[in-house]
């Protein structure tokens, strides 16, 4: 007897062996075919039930959504829907899940909208949709330290709790041990912090950023992989207040090696994906084009999900400086028909998502870099070009997604970085440590954040960013 996994089991043509394996039941047809899953492949094994041969209460618990065990042999399937069926010898019942209370939940085998499957996110991994995207994340996560590990990167872990609050990129969370009934309060009745856990304000991260710096100014070239977090009141469909983050950041490095190894890097997954995912990426496909035939012409996006894979892979992403861009945009028809929500009209304007999306799915038709953007609008870390007013900033720009990295050049030189600092007012005090690098052995260095969950969104297709993590955490919303 082999304890295997279905995927194992599916694969095997070690005929007449005997299997045990455990799972939930998907279906029970005519009282003889269960279709079982565990979660370990998209499909399911048929397992066939000879019924005259086992008690009928038992048989009454095979029910959809149970725990069952099943001891049997393998053979050849006589039905044409799959290659391998196990003939039952003996089941047990591991838990129950009864029918009536099943039959108000998702699993209940009808279509639920993707709105009611994230209402129970806890149950929502037992379909085939989440199934399929949950694998599908995981290879991903493997793939990211595949790449960066075989590249002799090192993982660094930045911490997720964080007394600098200099990184601009958005709202944060605070943290505090305080009772916020009644805090201790200073002599004119601001909190008063020194008495907090930490003796000073803390927050979640919202990058790993700055600390990944001081460590590739010593190991070279550093990864990290974690948690930031946005307080942001984004509702939007690639926002969410908790996600992953990727950051590499590489001494020695200017912008054009950053471009270079973000294009490098997402390509690597991407094939990692294609080549490790097969049958889940078949099914999102096909789910793929049944949502894109839902939506009006216009929307579409003309590309099955497998072709914008290979695509990007077998394409050079598009290198657009900020300058170009803007040219592109003032002349472009949405503009002048005043169809965009923020018309652009000059150098220096921030891009919004409609912007850079028309860029890539309407102008390029391809993935795109920007770079060398307007200094005012990027964060105060990116390295001054000749000019004055851009810096070295980089932005890729995904069809579908918008933005999926945000990276620069990092401004190396002391006195440009602290004249910077002044102009925004971010006090050196607070950023002594970020201030040290550039004062020992300081050097070119750059970086690029990219968020785990837009990658995630991009290869399974899916549209909304809170159905490619387990538990989304959005405005008014912390369930589970
Ligand atoms: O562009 P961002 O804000 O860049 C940084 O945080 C830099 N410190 C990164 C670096 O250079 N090391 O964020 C980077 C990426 C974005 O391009 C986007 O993919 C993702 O993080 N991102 C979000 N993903 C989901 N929900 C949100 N609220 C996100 N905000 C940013
Ligand atoms: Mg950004």
Redesign the pocket.
Known sequence: MIRAKIAEILDSNQFLQEFEVNGWVRSFRSNRFIALNDGSTINNLQCVIDFENFDQDELKRITVGAAISVKGTLVESQGNQQRVEIEVKEFNILGDANPEEVKLTILSPKRHSLEKLREQAHLRVRTNTFGAIMRVRSKLSFAVHSYFQQNNFHYVNTPIITGSDA?G?GEMFKVSALDMANPPRDGDGSINFHEDFFGKETNLT??G?LEAETYALGLGQVYTFGPTF?A?N?NTS???AE?W?I?PEVAFCDLDGNMDLAEDFIKHVLKYILEHCKDDLDFLDKRFKTEEEAKPKAERSGLGLMEKLHFVIDNNFKRVSYTEAIEILKNCKPNKKKKFNYIIEEWGADLQSEHERYLVEKHFKCPVILFDYPANIKAFYMRLNEDGKTVRAMDILFPGIG??????QREERLEVLQSKMKELNIDEKELWWYLDTRKFGTCVHS?????F??LVQFVTGMGN?RDVIPFPRFPGNAEF
């Open positions: 990184e990129a919202v990058s950023q946005r942001e984004s690639r926002h969410l996600f983050m950051e933005e999926i990295v945000g990276g620069s970086g690029f954040g990219l968020g969950e837009r960013i």
